[in-house]
């Protein structure tokens, strides 16, 4: 195997191990098992399974999630929240994220990670998504992109990640209606 292809099933394997075992159970030598590759591969890239899964899951968060452009703000939204509800839904993504989620209120190394990922991501969108409605002149100068993004991704993320309720067919429209005319209405 070419070192690049072990990075990546290295990768590949932690991902299946937390969806599957969560980060407590992780070990390396599973990880290693599952890979392919034998132990020493994993200790030369990241000396512990703290700094690999810290890697790894901000390689992750941090991708860049296509940012819409239909040239309209409940557009761009509904094709957000639809992005963003398919990766919520992922069968790794509802296993890992909550799993991370309570490792991180024990561990300020996974809780400083996973902010600092989260609000990369945050404030990409609020600036994109947000600053192109109120320059097009569909919501009002002086929205918050923050609160906004808080607004738009707090629910979706609650129900889906936290709550686990499904959405139906319409929920998504019918969400992306309430959130523009709260939108509208802060200016």
């Known amino acids: 195997m070419l070192r690049g292809d072990i990075t990546v099933a ?7 191990e937390l969806a599957e075992v969560g980060y407590g ?3 390396i030598e599973a990880v290693a098992r599952r890979a392919g590759v034998g132990k020493t591969a994993i200790y030369r890239r990241w000396s512990n399974k703290l700094e690999m899964v810290m890697e790894i899951i901000s390689d992750v968060a941090e991708r860049k999630v296509p940012l819409p452009d239909t040239g309209s703000f409940s557009g761009d939204l509904a094709l957000l929240l639809m992005i963003v509800s398919t990766a919520l839904r992922h069968r790794m993504a509802s296993q890992i994220i909550p799993d991370l989620m309570a490792e991180a209120a024990r561990n ?13 991501h945050q404030q990409a969108v609020g600036e994109k998504l947000i600053g192109q ?6 919501l009002p100068d002086g929205t918050d992109p923050d609160v906004a993004v808080d607004m738009i991704l707090g629910p979706l993320y609650w129900r889906l990640a936290v709550a686990r309720q499904p959405i139906e067919d319409d929920y998504l429209e019918k969400f992306t209606i309430a959130v523009t005319a709260a939108l509208k209405a802060t200016g």
């Open 108 to 120: 300020p190394q996974i809780s400083e990670t996973l902010q600092r990922a989260l609000r990369t």
């Open 10 to 16: 290295i990768r590949n394997a932690v991902m299946t």
């Open 133 to 138: 409605a109120v320059a097009r002149g569909e």
């Open 25 to 27: 159970r992780l070990s």
